[in-house]
């Protein structure tokens, strides 16, 4: 099967490997076409929205603020089995299924996404931000220095390496 993706994304995090996400996904549920939009979301949880009976949907992803908000909690910023979900129930709707013919999103059980990872290709996010995401007392070292080495993980790929100026200005002003 060919897959025709057009993929319009608004947001920092790579365009490959979204196409791959999206890719296995389309796969998996038996679609050849669709327009897919990635936005920012409004809040933490990943949502979308299908049209019906039209092959495009919309996802969102988190922004700068939300990414600082789940680092602060040690948390990685997708929550890949749920955005998959997501995209399963919006591709739903454009198959022209409404919410009383499906299951709820939460109860489907993907399993093609296992293995796929999506990067962040934008400014990294600040100590400084993540530290006032968290509320923390601590000082921003006491972050990185993280004897968690989930933590640290996250710290390599996310962080601005301690001591260097902050390069990341939430859009709308400080979180
Ligand atoms: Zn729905």
């Known amino acids: 099967m060919r897959l025709d993706l057009t993929l319009v994304n608004k947001t920092a995090w790579s365009s490959r490997d979204l196409r791959r996400?999206?890719?296995a996904g389309m796969r998996a549920r038996g679609v050849e076409e669709r327009t897919v939009i990635i936005?920012?979301?409004k809040w933490d949880a990943h949502h979308g929205l299908g049209w019906y009976r039209y092959p495009q949907l919309q996802l969102s992803l988190p922004g700068p603020a939300a990414i600082?908000?789940?680092l602060a909690k040690g948390e990685e910023p997708i929550r890949y089995l749920e955005l998959a979900?997501?995209?399963e129930h919006e591709i739903d709707h454009t198959l022209g299924l409404g919410h009383r013919e499906m299951i709820d999103w939460w109860k489907?059980?993907?399993t093609w996404h296992e293995g796929i990872t999506i990067e962040w290709e934008g400014e990294p996010v600040a100590i400084s931000d993540i530290?006032?995401?968290a509320e923390l007392p601590a000082?921003?070292?006491a972050v990185a220095s993280s004897r968690s080495p989930r933590r640290r993980r996250?710290?390599?790929r996310y962080f601005t390496p301690p001591g260097a100026r902050p390069r990341f200005t939430p859009p709308g002003g400080p979180l």
């Open 21 to 23: 996400f999206l890719l």
């Open 131 to 133: 530290v006032r995401a």
């Open 39 to 41: 936005t920012y979301g």
């Open 154 to 156: 996250l710290v390599r």
């Open 139 to 141: 000082p921003p070292t």
């Open 68 to 70: 600082a908000r789940a």
């Open 85 to 87: 979900q997501v995209l």
């Open 108 to 110: 489907l059980r993907p």
